[in-house]
């Protein structure tokens, strides 16, 4: 490896981690810590195509983070002998400052807390495990890769509400955006597959996973998103309404009494898909439609048909795509989502090929489809080790 990177993304409960090539994005160990702070603490440690399962109890970050360290010492190459150039960190929310990765200091690390406001769910889980990491890894440079950067392009028009203008100015309501390395990386890659630079195509990416965004990327350049102020807005999710009439929320409140965080939690956590089918996941909700549950047949009707009007006005605020790419869990695995989320779109320029769409790509139109339909796996913490090299370097 010829800039290891330790990728880590710190959840509220879990850490997940990656040992990636800055320069090739490949990754040679990856893991997983769960319930942190439960007495059934797991680790997953994968290597060289081995796996190692702890089970313990990891009262905080530090003892979670103490077990990954462990783990690279039994399995594989110890991560005091691995010659890292830097431990990066996934940051979900990096407001109007941090347009670029950082190294992190005493003052980012303030500045990233000062964010949690505008992302309680995220801002403070990246913060403990960058805070923990400081005191494990003293001598390495510490990154901080935003999932907002990439969107810091977005122009006027479609970042900012028309919303009284000091929520704006004096509070920060304007359009972020999220899941910006993968957006990134997948329009990019998009181009490479067109044999074309990311400055001479334009790229719809759907980055569907158990959170889910559709971007529009101008010439390499994002300029909309369908995430807002923070990940609930846009398309239908897991958990996550999406797009709503806002007014549902005081019309909610009026009628129930429901306090604004029971609101918040019902929209972030007991809606979307789980809400419409009672089934949080997409496996399980294809399964249940395929087996004739009516309520997940008219979940996943309203999951693409959702996707479908994003793609539709994407291709008229881009004046035209070159490709269409998919990506993350449901992106990259899940023909019928795929099939029906660009059915009726054949006057727009797509004409999707059945069979590729069902061997799953990469190029999944036909060739004489003017918008190229491509499945791209993504590969965020890649993308979090390049920026990271990148930084360094520079
Ligand atoms: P992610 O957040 O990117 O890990 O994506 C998680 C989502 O991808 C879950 O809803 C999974 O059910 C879905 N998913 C993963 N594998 C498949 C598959 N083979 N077919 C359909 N959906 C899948």
């Not at 313990?56 to 360290?69: Q, S, T």
């Not at 996941?281 to 994003?310: F, H, M, P, S, T």
Request: hydrophobic share 40%.
């Amino acid at each position: 490896m010829s800039a290891p990177v330790l990728v880590i993304n710190s959840g509220s409960s879990s850490i997940k981690y990656q040992l990636v090539d800055g320069e090739t994005m490949e990754a040679s160990a990856t893991g997983l810590i769960e319930r942190i702070g439960l007495s059934d603490s797991v680790l997953t440690h994968r290597h060289a195509g081995e796996k190692a399962v702890r089970e313990d109890r990891f009262a905080d970050y530090g003892e979670g983070l103490e077990a990954m360290v462990a783990a690279f010492e039994e399995h594989g190459t110890p991560l005091a002998d691995a010659g890292l150039i830097a431990v990066a960190h996934r940051v979900v929310h990096g407001g109007e400052r941090f347009v670029q990765p950082v190294v992190v200091d005493d003052e980012v690390e303030r500045a990233i807390d000062g964010l949690s406001a505008l992302a309680p769910l995220h801002n403070p889980a990246n913060l403990e495990g960058i805070r923990t990491a400081r005191k494990l890894f003293p001598k390495l440079p510490q990154v901080a890769v935003f999932d907002t950067a990439f969107h810091a392009t977005v122009p006027e028009r479609a970042h900012l509400y028309a919303v009284p203008s000091e929520w704006r100015e004096e509070h920060g309501v304007r359009r972020y955006g999220f899941h910006g390395t993968s957006h990134a990386y997948v329009s990019r890659r998009a181009a490479e597959l067109l044999g074309k630079s990311p400055k001479e195509v334009n790229v719809i990416v759907a980055h569907l996973g158990n959170g889910a965004s559709v971007t529009a990327v101008e010439r390499g350049r994002s300029i909309d998103t369908s995430m807002g102020l923070t990940p609930l807005e846009g398309l239908v999710m897991g958990t996550r309404s999406g797009d709503i009439d806002p007014a549902i929320v005081f019309h909610m409140h009026r009628q129930t009494g429901a306090s604004f965080a029971d609101l918040d939690a019902a929209l972030n956590k007991r809606s979307g898909m789980l809400a419409l089918s009672g089934h949080g996941d997409n496996r399980e909700i294809e399964k249940a439609a395929a087996a004739g549950d009516r309520a997940a047949q008219v979940a996943l009707e309203i999951y693409c048909y959702r996707i479908r009007k994003y793609i539709g006005s994407y291709i008229a605020a881009l004046g035209g795509a070159d490709a269409i790419a998919f990506t993350a869990g449901i992106g990259e695995n899940s023909a019928e989502v795929r099939a029906r989320a660009l059915s009726s779109l054949v006057a727009l320029g797509v004409d999707l090929d059945e069979a590729a769409n069902a061997a799953g790509g990469p190029v999944i139109s036909t060739p004489q489809s003017p918008i190229t339909v491509m499945v791209i796996p993504t590969n965020e913490e890649g993308e979090i080790a390049s920026q990271t090299a990148a930084l360094l370097r520079s």
